[in-house]
């Protein structure tokens, strides 16, 4: 998952989505801290874990494309943000999403709260 963006890779079910994502927003200061611990090579500090007790579910309402693969992001607490994806699509997964009018088809996944795209499979690549 990346701190920034909140794109996800990979299978997860939608409630460790939902917990991840919530644990994401409270800690995001110390993520983005041990992010640059760990660009230098330094020890990373550790983070607190969800508690039982502070659990909302933070996901994603609606998105808006607003061109030049920036997107803005409504979440369930009310706020808005605006995400510049453009140096985000690195390696083949993300390949398709290139394409301006592929990455225009984002939407919203309303069981998992997050977004995605109708993208085609690219495995296995086409001759």
Do not use: C
Not at 69 to 75: D, N, P, V
């Amino acid at each position: 998952m990346e701190i920034d963006s909140g794109l996800v890779t990979g299978s997860f079910s939608k409630r460790a989505l939902r917990i991840l994502f919530e644990w994401m927003e409270l800690h995001r200061e110390e993520l983005e801290r041990n992010w640059a611990h760990a660009r230098a090579r330094e020890p990373l500090k550790p983070i607190e874990p969800l508690s039982r007790g502070n659990l909302m579910f933070l996901h994603i309402n609606a998105v808006t494309y607003l061109g030049e693969y920036t997107l803005r992001l409504e979440f369930s607490d009310g706020s808005i943000r605006e995400v510049d994806l453009s140096t985000e699509l690195h390696g083949e997964v993300f390949e398709p999403l290139r394409d301006p009018a592929a990455f225009a088809q984002v939407r919203v996944n309303s069981e998992t709260g997050t977004i995605e795209w109708p993208t085609k499979p690219i495995w296995p690549p086409s001759s």
